[in-house]
């Protein structure tokens, strides 16, 4: 195994005319690159400590080589008495007490500045759903869900031309329809939650990866140096769709920030639902099928056929064929116990009556009901 790998490097700085390759492929083994003093810090500590670990065990196991070597029974050698030897109880109990010392206090030091969340320029609320992440700014009203983008077609594809087209592209399973944007330079604290079962928000790039536990508040912070994009994923195992629930910050500078919450502010103010508007069965269907794609397909399937026996099929189930009043109260609450989670979070009064609309009316349901928002908001709790 040695012999190939250097092997690999030496044929990599032949071509090369230098070793500038040889160290960026070393980095993809590393920690990634630091985008943050927290990441720095963390990235400066894990190397002081695998340097020490390194000298540690050149010198025991180095010391235990020379020994049995040179001083094997073969040449004559008899083992030396230390029963009750002072000197070495001593120094076998100093010289490691001086050594944890010394990791302990940059380490120390390095979890104290993790934890201050004090005095932050702005703060961002990010919730854990299976499977994919909320965001509140809480400063700029802004809110909004991220999703994976990865298309689901490339995803399932096993096929030979399928795994060459995974291999192709570009961030694969690390993109989203809706990325955290951030002004670089300014103090961003985070706070984590869930509202399902725990995940974990992971940006190595900014040394961050805290814990979203449903019921608890927890949080974190981090101040971007460099204007670029930053990718994460979900580092807590939380079910079926674990590995598909990425994370991507944008780091922009604050002119480009400023003009990103403008643009959002309008977003949500076009995209907002009249309360008086009275909607068609049709417009709760084609709205219905959206809302679908984007939450419930990933685990009951685009023919709404499941995936047996965590996710039963809709297509012709007692819930989507029985009194809609049930259909309602199983996609609001969820049901405890199973993979089935709750919506009355995540989605509006309309997004739910309409994609309980759809799933009424499509494949083999043929129900010809139509739930309104007014039912839905009805059967809240």
Same mark, same amino acid.
């Given at each position: 195994?040695?012999?190939?790998?250097?092997?690999?490097?030496?044929?990599?700085?032949?071509?090369?005319?230098?070793?500038?390759?040889?160290?960026?492929?070393?980095?993809?083994?590393?920690?990634?690159?630091?985008?943050?003093?927290?990441?720095?810090?963390?990235?400066?500590?894990?190397?002081?400590?695998?340097?020490?670990?390194?000298?540690?065990?050149?010198?025991?196991?180095?010391?235990?080589?020379?020994?049995?070597?040179?001083?094997?029974?073969?040449?004559?050698?008899?083992?030396?008495?230390?029963?009750?030897?002072?000197?070495?109880?001593?120094?076998?109990?100093?010289?490691?007490?001086?050594?944890?010392?010394?990791?302990?206090?940059?380490?120390?030091?390095?979890?104290?500045?993790?934890?201050?969340?004090?005095?932050?320029?702005?703060?961002?609320?990010?919730?854990?759903?299976?499977?994919?992440?909320?965001?509140?700014?809480?400063?700029?009203?802004?809110?909004?869900?991220?999703?994976?983008?990865?298309?689901?077609?490339?995803?399932?594809?096993?096929?030979?031309?399928?795994?060459?087209?995974?291999?192709?592209?570009?961030?694969?399973?690390?993109?989203?329809?809706?990325?955290?944007?951030?002004?670089?330079?300014?103090?961003?604290?985070?706070?984590?939650?869930? =509202?399902? !079962?725990?995940? +974990?928000?992971?940006?190595? /790039?900014? #040394?961050? *990866?805290?814990? &979203?536990?449903?019921?608890? $508040?927890?949080?974190?912070?981090?101040?971007?140096?460099?204007?670029?994009?930053?990718?994460?994923?979900?580092?807590?195992?939380?079910?079926?769709?674990?590995?598909?629930?990425?994370?991507?910050?944008?780091?922009?500078?604050?002119?480009?920030?400023?003009?990103?919450?403008?643009?959002?502010?309008?977003?949500?103010?076009?995209?907002?639902?009249?309360? =008086?508007? !009275?909607?068609? +069965?049709?417009?709760?269907? /084609?709205? #219905?099928? *959206?809302?679908? &794609?984007?939450?419930?397909? $990933?685990?009951?399937?685009?023919?709404?056929?499941?995936?047996?026996?965590?996710?039963?099929?809709?297509?012709?189930?007692?819930?989507?064929?029985?009194?809609?009043?049930?259909?309602?109260?199983?996609?609001?609450?969820?049901?405890?116990?199973?993979?089935?989670?709750?919506?009355?979070?995540?989605?509006?009064?309309?997004?739910?009556?309409?994609?309980?609309?759809?799933?009424?009316?499509?494949?083999?349901?043929?129900?010809?009901?139509?739930?309104?928002? &007014?039912?839905?908001?009805?059967?809240?709790?």
């Amino acid at each position: 195994m040695i012999s190939k790998w250097i092997k690999r490097f030496a044929v990599v700085a032949a071509a090369a005319g230098s070793l500038a390759p040889v160290l960026a492929a070393a980095e993809q083994y590393n920690l990634q690159a630091p985008q943050t003093i927290i990441a720095r810090e963390i990235y400066d500590l894990h190397t002081l400590i695998f340097v020490i670990c390194c000298v540690i065990f050149v010198v025991v196991f180095g010391a235990m080589t020379y020994s049995i070597i040179y001083h094997r029974k073969s040449l004559g050698h008899k083992a030396a008495q230390f029963h009750e030897n002072t000197t070495v109880e001593i120094a076998w109990t100093v010289v490691p007490f001086v050594i944890l010392i010394g990791m302990a206090v940059p380490a120390a030091k390095t979890i104290i500045q993790m934890k201050d969340t004090s005095a932050p320029d702005m703060t961002i609320k990010a919730t854990g759903y299976q499977w994919k992440w909320g965001y509140d700014y809480l400063q700029e009203g802004i809110s909004f869900y991220s999703s994976l983008a990865t298309p689901r077609d490339m995803i399932t594809d096993n096929s030979p031309e399928g795994y060459k087209k995974r291999e192709g592209y570009a961030n694969y399973l690390l993109e989203v329809d809706n990325p955290v944007v951030v002004p670089i330079g300014k103090k961003i604290r985070i706070i984590l939650t869930a =509202n399902d !079962v725990i995940h +974990a928000w992971w940006v190595p /790039a900014f #040394g961050v *990866k805290q814990d &979203a536990i449903p019921g608890f $508040v927890r949080d974190s912070w981090f101040k971007v140096d460099k204007a670029g994009t930053y990718r994460g994923q979900c580092a807590e195992l939380c079910g079926k769709e674990h590995g598909f629930m990425p994370i991507v910050v944008e780091a922009v500078e604050p002119e480009k920030y400023a003009q990103w919450v403008a643009e959002q502010k309008k977003k949500m103010a076009a995209q907002a639902d009249d309360p =008086n508007k !009275v909607y068609t +069965a049709d417009e709760l269907k /084609a709205r #219905g099928e *959206k809302v679908y &794609a984007a939450n419930c397909q $990933v685990c009951h399937q685009p023919n709404g056929m499941g995936t047996p026996p965590a996710f039963p099929p809709l297509s012709g189930s007692k819930i989507a064929t029985g009194p809609k009043e049930g259909h309602i109260e199983r996609v609001l609450n969820g049901k405890p116990g199973t993979a089935m989670a709750a919506f009355k979070q995540q989605l509006s009064d309309v997004d739910i009556a309409s994609v309980i609309t759809f799933e009424r009316n499509s494949w083999n349901n043929k129900t010809g009901d139509m739930v309104s928002p &007014a039912d839905v908001k009805n059967l809240r709790k």
